[in-house]
């Protein structure tokens, strides 16, 4: 079982809609990451969180760290949000990160 | 800041030909870090350095990959002698200190014929 699971694996949805993206992981972590990773391209840090809830323009991320579950939500969806998400935790005592297999979002406009 | 560079962007070459590939991490970032991405496996971690020093190198597939960073601004990953399925991206990306946001470069694309 991986330690960092994402769903859906797949999301397709119409411009303007409201996404959500879930991440769940069985360990201790330190830190919680999300990245964003357009077709052919690089990668690019969105959040870092270890505890409630960031924002930065139409993202949001939040983290439940009893639960040991985090979401990433896109408000007003547009076609270049279209992307792979991936959710990535790090260690208490270890810096690296393990990533979960992540989400292709796809929005149509 | 120019962010964290890595070259070549696409590298072919010919099995059982040395491969090398570059990393200038950010100035005054403490961490770094070589990963690999395929179709396959996703992203995983290869190496990783701190203040220079190789700290959790399990990632590293066999002896055939070896990683330097003989200063703070300069990291290589060497494979030899390349094999077909080490074609992947490799990215490298640093980070200033424990549990600040990682950075990452463009990643080298490598296909090995």
């Known amino acids: 079982k991986n330690e960092v699971e994402q769903s859906p694996q797949n999301l397709t949805a119409q411009e303007g809609e409201f996404i959500t993206i879930n991440c769940s992981y069985s360990v201790g972590i330190s830190a919680l990451h999300w990245l964003q990773q357009h077709p052919g391209g690089g990668i690019v840090s969105l959040f870092m969180l270890s505890s409630g809830k960031k924002k930065h323009g139409r993202l949001i991320a939040t983290i439940n760290i009893q639960e040991k579950h985090s979401s990433l939500h896109i408000t007003a969806s547009h076609p270049r949000d279209s992307a792979v998400y991936i959710c990535?935790?790090?260690?208490?005592?270890?810096?690296?990160?393990?990533f979960g297999t992540g989400t292709r979002l796809t929005i149509i406009p | 800041d120019a962010g964290v560079i890595q070259s070549p962007r696409h590298e072919v070459t010919e099995m059982g030909q040395e491969v090398t590939l570059r990393c200038k991490p950010i100035s005054g970032h403490d961490y770094l870090f070589w990963y690999r991405q395929t179709m396959m496996r996703g992203l995983e971690l290869l190496i990783y350095f701190n203040n220079n020093v190789p700290i959790d190198d399990s990632g590293m597939p066999e002896d055939r990959f070896s990683a330097k960073m003989p200063n703070a601004s300069f990291s290589t990953l060497k494979i030899q002698p390349s094999e077909p399925r080490d074609s992947a991206v490799y990215f490298c990306?640093?980070?200033?200190?424990?549990?600040?946001?990682?950075?990452f470069g463009s990643g080298t694309r490598l296909t090995v014929v």
């Open positions: 990306a640093s980070a200033r200190q424990s549990n600040y946001g990682y950075t």
């Open positions: 990535a935790v790090s260690l208490f005592g270890n810096e690296k990160l393990t």
